[in-house]
């Protein structure tokens, strides 16, 4: 399976690289552009549309993913399930428009919430054909698709129109044209079927399976809206629009990885879920990439929050700053996360998914209500430490499932974490010497990239053993061997 996986990952990560730096090259024009009030009624809209979406799509493509067989008739009932769901969802949308005007007491949200409801209509093609792509490891198509069309949407819709004038309706239509290009994109590589059959013994087959993938799906967004929800019902729109977009940046490299773990690592590990050693070997392996590069990669978010949040959202975003700061030192956690709750999924543990999730929810909602008073880099701050505490009770469960010591899951992860006290050292250094200078913004991250990451290539290349280590090692030789380049030869063999 590791070869697989590290194919999928190099594609996957590939792919997602460019859109998350595409993604921040349209944020960067679209924040000079747009006003936090615009963000904030979006993001208080996207509550709704996200709660929505887990039923328009009742855990349906993680039970195709999963199923062992998978015939065309049971395609069929999927995709009528799917688009009853999805119509369900629209007219709901309508119905709850004034309703969560109310609730966040903010003019215009209810039209956003009811225009953005079409988004259900333009996914429901797309949504059986993107599971059957995903559940024969075929992301690279996903992906492709997925870029062109998010490119597509920014330069001929969302800025355009944002550079008119059309505010938070911008966002909206962007949203929307990705959306549908998408869907008909995916469907015209995989012609699935079109003609919905209903049978209720089938779809009682389908939903047994996709239930509890729906229910953990549930407890997840709460605990990952809530600190929306209450930001934005009790601080306001301009508020939530700065809050909104802290995470969102902070969030980038966990929304590119948990991708790669939804699409890559999770149907690999639903795979060989019968073969215990396989699947611990893979989840420890997988503990140490994510340290690897996470924990290197949240101390940077850190160091250089100023720098990157005038760069990618202009002054007038300051205010995110802190936040922002706060926010980034769970960021590994939040990868991390993600490798346990796969390994779970993959077993078709999902109570145990929910029983951490619900432990986060009640420690967000109760962490922000107990804090949103006070500002956001309070809230900010009781948000992190739900995360640390929900990290914890993940990845224990997933431990106790494939019998995993807590020796061997520190040991796992401590040559990331030499790595990133490292690179973190180098990169304070760097950030302190080119701010006495006044170093203009964009110039002192192009210096943290050179600087830090000639520092990790060095360390990883003369000390693999101390910042590589034997789990990391086979994965960095396929990727080096996919890239044409010699193998490494300094990593340490397994059973050093």
């Given at each position: 399976m590791g070869r697989a996986v590290a194919v999928g990952v190099v594609w996957s990560g590939a792919f997602y690289l460019a859109e998350t730096l595409?993604?921040?090259?349209?944020?960067?024009?679209?924040?000079?552009?747009?006003?936090?009030?615009?963000y904030g009624v979006v993001a208080a809209a996207n509550i709704f549309i996200q709660l929505a979406n887990l039923i328009s799509n009742p855990g349906i493509n993680a039970a195709i993913i999963q199923m062992p067989e998978l015939?065309?008739?049971?395609?069929?009932?999927?995709?009528?399930?799917?688009?009853?769901?999805?119509?369900?969802?629209?007219?709901?949308?309508?119905?709850?428009?004034?309703?969560?005007?109310?609730?966040?007491?903010?003019d215009g949200l209810a039209g956003v919430v009811q225009v953005l409801g079409l988004i259900f209509l333009a996914q429901a093609l797309g949504s059986l054909p993107q599971a059957l792509l995903y559940r024969d490891l075929h992301s690279q198509s996903v992906f492709?698709?997925?870029?062109?069309?998010?490119?597509?949407?920014?330069?001929?819709?969302?800025?355009?129109?944002?550079?008119?004038?059309f505010g938070y309706w911008s966002l909206v239509a962007g949203?929307?044209?990705?959306?549908?290009?998408?869907?008909?994109?995916?469907?015209?590589?995989?012609?699935?079927?079109?003609?919905?059959?209903?049978?209720?013994?089938?779809?009682?087959?389908?939903?047994?399976?996709?239930?509890?993938?729906?229910?953990?799906?549930?407890?997840?967004?709460?605990?990952?809206?809530?600190?929306?929800?209450?930001?934005?019902?009790?601080?306001?729109?301009?508020?939530?629009?700065?809050?909104?977009?802290?995470?969102?940046?902070?969030?980038?490299?966990?929304?590119?990885?948990?991708a790669i773990a939804e699409r890559v690592v999770f149907p690999a590990m639903a795979r060989v879920q019968n073969d215990l050693e396989r699947l611990r070997s893979a989840y420890i392996q997988g503990l140490a990439i994510t340290a690897f590069?996470?924990?290197?990669?949240?101390?940077?978010?850190?160091?250089?929050?100023?720098?990157?949040?005038?760069?990618?959202?202009?002054?007038?975003?300051?205010?995110?700053?802190?936040?922002?700061?706060?926010?980034?030192?769970?960021?590994?956690?939040?990868?991390?996360?993600?490798?346990?709750?796969?390994?779970?999924?993959?077993?078709?543990?999902?109570?145990?998914?929910?029983?951490?999730?619900?432990i986060q929810a009640v420690l967000v909602i109760g962490g922000c209500l107990a804090t949103y008073r006070y500002g956001l880099p309070y809230l900010s701050a009781a948000v992190t430490l739900s995360f640390l505490a929900g990290f914890s009770v993940v990845s224990g469960l997933a431990c106790q499932r494939v019998r995993v010591s807590l020796s061997e899951f520190l040991r796992a992860q401590i040559p990331g974490a030499l790595l990133g006290g490292l690179v973190g050292l180098m990169g304070s250094g760097t950030a302190l010497v080119l701010r006495t200078l006044a170093v203009a913004d964009y110039l002192v991250l192009i210096a943290d990239i050179l600087v830090v990451g000639a520092a990790a290539l060095a360390a990883i290349l003369f000390f693999p053993r101390i910042f590589v280590g034997r789990d990391v090692a086979p994965f960095l030789d396929h990727l080096v061997a996919m890239s044409g380049l010699s193998r490494l030869k300094r990593h340490p063999k397994s059973g050093d």
């Open positions: 595409a993604q921040l090259i349209f944020t960067a024009v679209l924040a000079r552009l747009l006003s936090p009030h615009d015939d065309r008739q049971r395609q069929r009932v999927a995709l009528s399930i799917v688009f009853v769901a999805s119509f369900l969802c629209f007219a709901g949308m309508l119905l709850v428009a004034p309703a969560a005007q109310y609730w966040f007491q903010m492709v698709t997925r870029f062109a069309t998010v490119v597509f949407a920014n330069v001929m819709v969302a800025i355009p129109m944002a550079y008119a004038g949203t929307l044209t990705q959306a549908f290009a998408n869907s008909v994109a995916l469907y015209l590589q995989v012609r699935s079927p079109l003609v919905p059959r209903f049978s209720w013994s089938e779809a009682r087959e389908l939903m047994r399976t996709a239930s509890g993938f729906s229910i953990a799906a549930i407890v997840s967004f709460i605990s990952l809206q809530g600190d929306n929800i209450i930001v934005g019902r009790y601080l306001g729109s301009s508020l939530l629009g700065i809050y909104s977009r802290a995470y969102s940046l902070m969030g980038l490299p966990n929304t590119m990885y948990s590069i996470g924990i290197p990669l949240s101390a940077q978010l850190v160091i250089f929050a100023p720098e990157l949040i005038r760069v990618v959202f202009g002054p007038k975003w300051s205010a995110a700053i802190l936040p922002f700061e706060i926010l980034s030192v769970a960021m590994y956690v939040r990868l991390s996360w993600r490798v346990s709750s796969s390994l779970l999924r993959s077993r078709g543990e999902l109570g145990r998914i929910i029983t951490a999730n619900s």
